[in-house]
């Protein structure tokens, strides 16, 4: 894919154990929580693929059959399924599951809590660039390439946070589709803030609480 080069060039928007707090303390407020699990929901509407509904009813099955890591890499061959429809299922249901478990340790600081163990076996079985970048890969399925490079000439001298999204939601050339691409930025900041704060060597696995 022609945009892999430029995505590897971006620059990460969480640098520091202090920004992944701070953003994951406004994105899981109920308001921001509401917002990042409807865009799933939107995104999976748009794809108008039934097939992706399925996948994700029977992940929980799935996942008694397999390793994460092998679903998500799109190496097992599950019957009358694409790898790109198993995939993209993997993908957004490991992110419901991301959300809610932060939002549950944020509200119950347990760390004691086996969830802790739920969210980091996710995190270890994919990176954050490709969990990303196989996101970006299915919003771009969505809004075409054309449009996503419009995209990208907008917010490229952006420093990116809460409030240049909503900045880009007045833009009219990107109204087709804005809903979703802000939706995405949100997800990136949110991804790179739970890789960062949970995979800080310094935090020990039962004393990290959001």
């Known amino acids: 894919m022609k945009n892999d080069k430029n995505f590897k060039k971006e620059r990460r928007l969480v640098k520091s154990l202090a920004q992944a707090k701070t953003a994951l303390s406004m994105l899981l407020q109920d308001s921001e929580k509401w917002n990042l699990e409807s865009g799933i929901s939107e995104l999976i509407d748009k794809l108008e693929n039934t097939k992706i509904h399925l996948l994700l009813d029977r992940y929980p099955d799935l996942l008694q059959e397999y390793d994460l890591e092998q679903l998500l890499s799109g190496n097992i061959e599950i019957t009358d399924t694409k790898i790109q429809e198993a995939k993209t299922a993997g993908l957004l249901s490991c992110l419901q599951l991301l959300i809610h ?16 163990d739920s969210l980091r076996y996710i995190l270890g079985s994919i990176t954050s660039y490709e969990f990303i970048y196989e996101l970006l890969i299915i919003i771009i399925s969505v809004v075409g390439e054309n449009y996503y490079e419009k995209f990208q000439q907008r917010i490229q001298y952006l420093d990116f946070d809460l409030e240049s999204a909503r900045v880009l939601e007045n833009d009219p050339e990107l109204q087709d589709h804005i809903d979703l691409m802000v939706w995405f930025a949100l997800v990136r900041l949110f991804l790179e803030s739970v890789y960062t704060y949970f995979n800080n060597p310094d935090h020990n696995s039962k004393n990290t609480t959001l």
């Open 101 to 116: 478990f932060c939002y549950e340790l944020k509200e119950n600081p347990n760390p004691a809590d086996n969830r802790f």
